[in-house]
């Protein structure tokens, strides 16, 4: 492949802990039970990670959160294809240090305090090596618990994908900032992109049975937060063509089964998912490129695009008539609905015929966002899924819970 790296390492104005604004009058929450919310005590503080204006690339080279003005990009920034999250406060992008014309400063925002739990109400304990009670890819269409939102953007309901969870940086202050999106696949386990996950010394936790990240809206089932005591990625991945962007994250105690908690299931190797599928993905992304973050979970549905529609598009959006989609990404989307800043590692589901659904793709990268035909790309979960089983066994955990 002949893409210009430079056009995949721009990572574009992604704010990952700034929270996006949501009008309270426009959401109704019903809930007939009563609300039961606890806080959980802070963990210790990690090591000070680097200032906040020092960022990474995915090939881990230092840069600075600048302006987009101040990048030497491909064309000012024209071309700008990025990976779905990075580590820069709103309106700046990580440039590498030789490409910065002018460094413009920005202090970050302090991320509210969120609160979580780590005992939820209703749940059977479940080991780590015990097979699943009720199968994995349960999509609760009447949402988990029967609460409803209704508001402008499409949302998703309580518990309807219980698989989706969100992915925080713990900070010095004992903060959480988001990150980024994953699924559950294990107690222990969750599947997300590898770009995010390259840094050493940071401290990660993810938190699963969760609708609104700022917990404007209460529920009677808690959520549950978990520390990341390891993240193993893909020993492929390629940021310059992004390709194997595909990372595991392994948690220092279960994440519970619960009504709105569950796992997605993985496809086995040899499925392919057929052009024109009607998929569904969800997660915490601007609905909109360089937009706030949703406070809300959102999903959006997205027909799989065949690779050779995808790979003209993506060659004439990126103007690169040498650009290959790679046989392990997917494309979905390019109808007016598109995954976006934020929504790295969010789970792109496609139904089997009985209703159950399995994971397809993982969101990695696009050519800005809401682009007019242009899909965005995806790993391709069948291609990974040998990777992804070599690695949960070599930790003595069970497969079975992410298989149909």
């Known amino acids: 492949m002949n893409l210009n790296k430079n056009m995949l390492l721009v990572l574009a104005i992604y704010v990952c802990a700034a929270y996006g604004q949501?009008?309270?009058?426009?959401?109704?929450?019903?809930?007939?039970?009563?609300?039961?919310?606890?806080?959980?005590?802070?963990?210790?503080?990690?090591?000070?990670?680097?200032?906040?204006?020092?960022?990474?690339?995915?090939?881990?080279?230092?840069?600075?959160?600048?302006?987009?003005?101040?990048?030497?990009?491909?064309?000012?920034?024209?071309?700008?294809?990025?990976?779905?999250?990075?580590?820069?406060?709103?309106?700046?992008?990580?440039?590498?240090?030789?490409?910065?014309?002018?460094?413009?400063?920005?202090?970050?925002?302090?991320?509210?305090?969120?609160?979580?739990?780590?005992?939820?109400?209703?749940?059977?304990?479940?080991?780590?090596?015990?097979a699943p009670t009720k199968g994995c890819g349960v999509r609760n269409r009447n949402g988990g618990g029967g609460f409803k939102i209704k508001d402008k953007i499409q949302r998703a309901m309580f518990g309807e994908f219980p698989w989706t969870v969100a992915v925080y940086e713990f900070k010095p202050d004992g903060g959480l900032r988001y990150t980024c999106v994953g699924s559950l696949i294990h107690p222990r386990v969750v599947l997300t992109v590898a770009n995010r996950f390259l840094e050493e010394d940071v401290t990660w936790k993810v938190r699963a049975g969760v609708l609104d990240l700022e917990n404007k809206r209460r529920a009677r089932y808690l959520d549950q937060l978990r520390d990341v005591v390891s993240a193993v990625t893909h020993d492929s991945f390629d940021s310059g063509i992004g390709i194997y962007d595909v990372g595991l994250l392994f948690l220092d105690s279960d994440i519970l089964q619960d009504v709105h908690i569950d796992y997605t299931c993985l496809p086995e190797p040899s499925v392919v998912t057929a052009p024109a599928t009607k998929c569904v993905v969800s997660g915490w992304g601007s609905d909109k490129y360089n937009g706030p973050m949703e406070n809300v979970q959102k999903e959006m549905n997205l027909p799989v695009v065949d690779r050779q529609t995808c790979q003209t598009s993506l060659r004439a959006a990126m103007k690169n008539p040498e650009y290959d989609v790679d046989p392990t990404l997917i494309c979905a989307g390019g109808n007016g609905k598109d995954t976006c800043t934020g929504d790295g590692g969010a789970p792109l589901v496609c139904p089997y015929p009985d209703g159950r659904f399995y994971q397809a793709g993982i969101t990695s990268w696009g050519y800005l966002c809401y682009q007019k035909d242009v899909p965005g790309v995806y790993v391709d979960v069948a291609s990974v899924r040998p990777w992804i089983d070599e690695q949960v066994r070599a930790m003595g955990y069970d497969t079975s819970y992410y298989t149909h």
């Open 22 to 130: 949501s009008n309270p009058e426009d959401d109704i929450f019903d809930d007939s039970g009563p609300t039961v919310y606890t806080t959980a005590p802070p963990s210790p503080a990690p090591p000070s990670p680097a200032a906040p204006s020092d960022c990474r690339l995915p090939d881990k080279q230092q840069g600075s959160c600048v302006a987009p003005s101040s990048c030497k990009t491909p064309n000012h920034g024209e071309n700008r294809v990025h990976f779905r999250q990075n580590n820069c406060p709103e309106n700046t992008m990580c440039c590498v240090l030789s490409d910065i014309i002018i460094v413009t400063s920005r202090n970050q925002t302090p991320t509210p305090p969120i609160e979580t739990t780590t005992t939820p109400t209703v749940a059977p304990n479940i080991g780590g090596t015990q």
